[in-house]
């Protein structure tokens, strides 16, 4: 029996043609990226959000190492097998690419996704593949974050109940 899955979680080579196949049925392929890490109801809402800018969602997670590089030796807390196998369970996503660059920029590049998005937070002139996915007709969306919850606000309050401190 094939797993589900195991059509979701993909390569980047496999992603590429993905991406060039649903380009030619006239699909919009939107694009985000991050770490996911302790997977919490805002990321859902925000892969949600994203999801609803185009026909075909492709996540790309940042690998263990990228994560480490990113937030420390400390991160992160779920191995990214499992990360992979926690956001490739939502409906809203259709594909997940691991990458082990601290960004995303060589994978935008490679994919070539119609829509980028990323969070709120962040400027335009500022997100990695904007330029880019611009440059190629496409466009950058903005996403505003719908909970006050972070996977670092959530470790922080596992050590204060549970060690006293963070």
């Not at 992603?15 to 030619?24: D, I």
Request: charged share 25%.
């Amino acid at each position: 029996m094939v797993n589900k899955m195991d059509n979701k979680i993909v390569t980047l080579d496999e992603m590429c043609r993905l991406s060039r196949e649903y380009t030619t049925l006239g699909r919009t392929v939107v694009f985000t990226n991050g770490c996911f890490d302790l997977l919490h109801a805002g990321h859902v809402a925000y892969l949600e959000k994203a999801k609803s800018f185009g026909d075909v969602l492709v996540l790309g997670l940042n690998s263990d190492a990228s994560v480490r590089q990113i937030k420390g030796d400390l991160r992160p807390v779920i191995c990214q097998d499992q990360r992979a196998r926690v956001v490739a369970a939502l409906s809203c996503v259709d594909h997940v690419v691991l990458f082990d660059a601290p960004d995303p920029g060589d994978l935008i590049r490679s994919i070539v996704p119609h829509v980028l998005v990323k969070g709120a937070d962040w400027p335009e002139d500022k997100i990695i593949g904007a330029k880019f996915v611009k440059g190629c007709g496409g466009r950058v969306a903005r996403v505003a974050f719908e909970e006050d919850i972070s996977t670092s606000k959530i470790i922080e309050r596992i050590g204060q109940r549970f060690y006293g401190g963070a």
